[in-house]
């Protein structure tokens, strides 16, 4: 038995599928994920997969703009596309020649990465390119949670929470991943902000009703009870603060994504092999 628990978590890696909307802080959250894992030595690699993105305060182990750029997508005269087209298109392009991301990713066993990914939210609604890259790294024994965050200051509106807690579960429901919605610099925000933001965490839809009805009219009860209803029968959408600033958030956080992926639980399975066999060497000696 100790033998199978070897195999079965040999070349077994991790990884965050980071996403949210232009602007939500995804570049921030890789930069402090990875200033956080240098303090605690643990080993992480980002992957850009934004054929957009322009500068990065981190190290980036693997660009998709070595592999196509947005920028040459969209001066190209034949394609003549706009930023959300060309975009698709290099996504498109990434998933037609996955080959390339394997050779990058190689072979290594136990390693931790984060995919940093485009901010365009049809990627992860009803464009397939992303279930595609994800069902690729799964086959490469990636074991992966789904990140996802909202700009704390985008949901102090109600009617914006909504919005954005219904991305978060389109996001979900598509990808089938382990999924953490984070609500991301709540380091901007004043002690009134914070205290309301707060209150959203875990979504009681019958208050941000009654919150809602009082500001948008009863023409639009019965859509703001569908898209409640909605969100109660998944029951899937709940939100972890995170302040950047704050090393007890960012340890919470990790936290929380380290139990979706079980990252470190195969180590344990690991030592407690080692230790079986150093007490089966002692009782062998005696």
Same mark, same amino acid.
């Given at each position: 038995?100790?033998?199978?628990?070897?195999?079965?978590?040999?070349?077994?890696?991790?990884?965050?599928?980071?996403?949210?909307?232009?602007?939500?802080?995804?570049?921030?959250?890789?930069? $402090?994920?990875?200033?956080?894992?240098?303090?605690?030595?643990?080993?992480?690699?980002?992957?850009?997969?934004?054929?957009?993105?322009?500068?990065?305060?981190?190290?980036?182990?693997?660009?998709?703009?070595?592999?196509?750029?947005?920028?040459?997508?969209?001066?190209?005269? +034949?394609?003549?596309?706009?930023?959300?087209?060309?975009?698709?298109?290099?996504?498109?392009?990434?998933? *037609?020649?996955?080959?390339?991301? *394997?050779? %990058?990713? =190689? +072979?290594?066993?136990?390693?931790?990465?984060?995919?940093?990914?485009?901010? %365009?939210?049809?990627?992860?609604?009803?464009?397939?390119?992303?279930? *595609?890259?994800?069902?690729?790294? $799964? %086959?490469?024994?990636?074991?992966?949670? =789904?990140?996802? !965050?909202?700009?704390? #200051?985008?949901?102090?509106?109600?009617?914006?929470?909504?919005?954005? &807690?219904? &991305?978060?579960?389109? &996001?979900?429901? #598509?990808?089938?991943?382990?999924?953490?919605?984070?609500?991301?610099?709540?380091?901007?925000?004043?002690?009134?902000?914070?205290?309301?933001?707060?209150?959203?965490?875990?979504? +009681? $839809?019958?208050?941000?009703?009654?919150?809602? =009805? =009082?500001?948008?009219?009863?023409?639009?009860?019965? !859509?703001?009870?569908?898209?409640?209803?909605?969100?109660?029968?998944?029951?899937?959408?709940?939100?972890?603060?995170?302040?950047?600033?704050?090393?007890?958030?960012?340890?919470?956080?990790?936290? %929380?994504?380290?139990?979706?992926? #079980?990252?470190?639980?195969?180590?344990?399975?690991?030592?407690?092999?080692?230790?079986? /066999?150093?007490?089966?060497?002692? $009782? /062998?000696?005696?």
């Amino acid at each position: 038995p100790r033998g199978l628990s070897v195999t079965y978590v040999h070349g077994m890696r991790y990884g965050q599928i980071v996403m949210g909307p232009a602007g939500s802080g995804k570049s921030t959250y890789c930069s $402090t994920i990875v200033k956080h894992c240098e303090n605690i030595r643990r080993t992480v690699r980002v992957v850009n997969l934004d054929p957009a993105a322009e500068y990065f305060d981190y190290p980036v182990d693997i660009d998709i703009r070595e592999l196509v750029h947005l920028d040459d997508v969209m001066e190209a005269d +034949d394609l003549r596309l706009g930023p959300n087209g060309g975009l698709i298109f290099c996504m498109e392009y990434l998933v *037609q020649h996955l080959d390339w991301l *394997q050779e %990058q990713l =190689g +072979d290594g066993d136990d390693d931790y990465y984060l995919f940093d990914c485009p901010g %365009q939210i049809e990627l992860y609604t009803h464009v397939p390119v992303m279930r *595609q890259i994800i069902d690729c790294l $799964t %086959q490469l024994d990636f074991r992966l949670c =789904g990140v996802f !965050l909202v700009d704390s #200051q985008f949901l102090l509106d109600v009617a914006k929470l909504f919005s954005g &807690a219904m &991305a978060a579960m389109a &996001a979900m429901v #598509q990808l089938e991943l382990p999924h953490v919605n984070v609500m991301s610099k709540m380091d901007l925000l004043n002690r009134r902000e914070r205290h309301r933001v707060e209150s959203y965490l875990e979504l +009681d $839809t019958v208050s941000l009703l009654d919150d809602l =009805g =009082g500001r948008m009219g009863p023409k639009y009860a019965s !859509l703001n009870r569908a898209v409640a209803s909605l969100l109660d029968d998944y029951s899937l959408v709940r939100f972890i603060p995170l302040d950047s600033t704050s090393q007890e958030s960012v340890t919470d956080l990790l936290l %929380q994504i380290d139990l979706a992926i #079980q990252y470190g639980e195969d180590e344990e399975v690991r030592n407690a092999d080692t230790n079986i /066999d150093e007490d089966e060497d002692v $009782t /062998d000696d005696g």
